[in-house]
């Protein structure tokens, strides 16, 4: 019998029911952890680079992490929602594939998860401001940290429960485009794999290639044919997704996110994180922790 290890675990930030006016309308929001929200009343919109979708009574929404989008009331919303960090062993988020904001229409069991959420984690709403720009503070992650460290054993393993059921929920969408598509061979499932966790390492298309046995130029056209990338622009792109994640949640220099990340050097890693996000690494890390304290 094979033991199936669960990768991912969560780190609760904040989960609260909030009534927003027309002054919840904020633009360009990027942050290194999920939201996911569920909308009773009212209406509004959020938006990422594909699209936008209405918010909505009756729905689930999630807003995965490094998510660029918009968030706007048109006059009145009510919403529970909950922000959480995700944790995996192996360095690959769940919606590592995508990164879109997307819904599916609530259940009761939904909405009572959220309401439970909320009774055995009081106290935990976002009470400085609903500005991304005020309240998303490296020290404030600390804080709601060390009010999950403690949090009493049953209480922790609750919460840890109500969100992998939610995240499965929301989940359950991607996992039905990807079973849409042909199934990828083994080698490329175990190099995608070999990838992620091995992004410091040098990683070109000759060795990826030889691990699995195969020609350079057949393994490219492989690769491509079931992510929808060369491996190089997959490897890139997931090289600066790594790099947002610890510029949004630690205070390592720049050159040792380069290195970590697998750049040989600051101003390949500063030019390459530019090209993909459209920012410099400085100004994104400004982005995320500006604070304009303006209540």
């Known amino acids: 019998m094979i033991k199936r290890v669960l990768q991912n675990t969560f780190s609760l930030l904040n989960v609260d029911y909030v009534k927003l006016t027309e002054k919840w309308n904020y633009l360009n929001v990027i942050s290194p952890y999920f939201r996911i929200y569920y909308i009773d009343d009212g209406n509004g919109e959020v938006s990422d680079p594909s699209g936008s979708l209405k918010l909505e009574p009756g729905y689930l929404y999630i807003i995965p992490s490094f998510t660029l989008c918009n968030l706007h009331c048109n006059g009145y919303l009510s919403q529970y929602f909950v922000q959480f960090f995700e944790e995996s062993a192996n360095g690959t988020s769940l919606f590592a594939r995508s990164r879109n ?4 229409k609530a259940t009761q069991m939904d ?5 439970r959420l909320l009774e055995i984690n009081p106290g935990r709403g976002i009470n400085r401001s609903d500005d991304p720009k005020i309240y998303e503070k490296n020290i404030f992650y600390k804080e709601y940290q060390e009010l999950n460290n403690m949090q009493g054993l049953a209480s922790y393993l609750e919460t840890q429960g109500i969100l992998l059921q939610l995240m499965g929920r929301l989940l359950q969408p991607q996992l039905h485009r990807k079973h849409e598509e ?7 499932a175990e190099t995608v794999g070999y990838i992620l966790v091995n992004l410091q390492q040098e990683l070109s298309v000759t060795s ?15 690769f491509k044919t079931f992510t929808g990338q060369r491996p190089v622009t997959y490897i890139l792109e997931k090289r600066i997704e790594r790099a947002q994640y610890l510029l949004a949640t630690s205070r390592l220099a720049y050159s040792d996110i380069a290195t970590q990340t697998g750049f040989d050097n600051l101003s390949y890693f500063s030019k390459s994180f530019k090209k993909i996000t459209g920012m410099s690494p400085s ?12 209540l």
Do not use: C, E, M, W
């Not at 904001?101 to 599916?104: A, C, E, F, T």
């Not at 909405?111 to 309401?115: P, V, Y």
């Not at 042909?182 to 490329?188: E, L, Q």
């Open 182 to 188: 042909r199934h990828a061979p083994a080698k490329i």
């Open 111 to 115: 909405i009572d998860l959220f309401k």
């Open 101 to 104: 904001v997307s819904k599916i």
């Open 283 to 294: 100004v994104y890390k400004k982005q995320v922790y500006t604070v304009g304290f303006t």
């Open 208 to 222: 990826l290639a030889s691990r699995v046995n195969q020609h350079p130029d057949y393994f490219s056209r492989l």
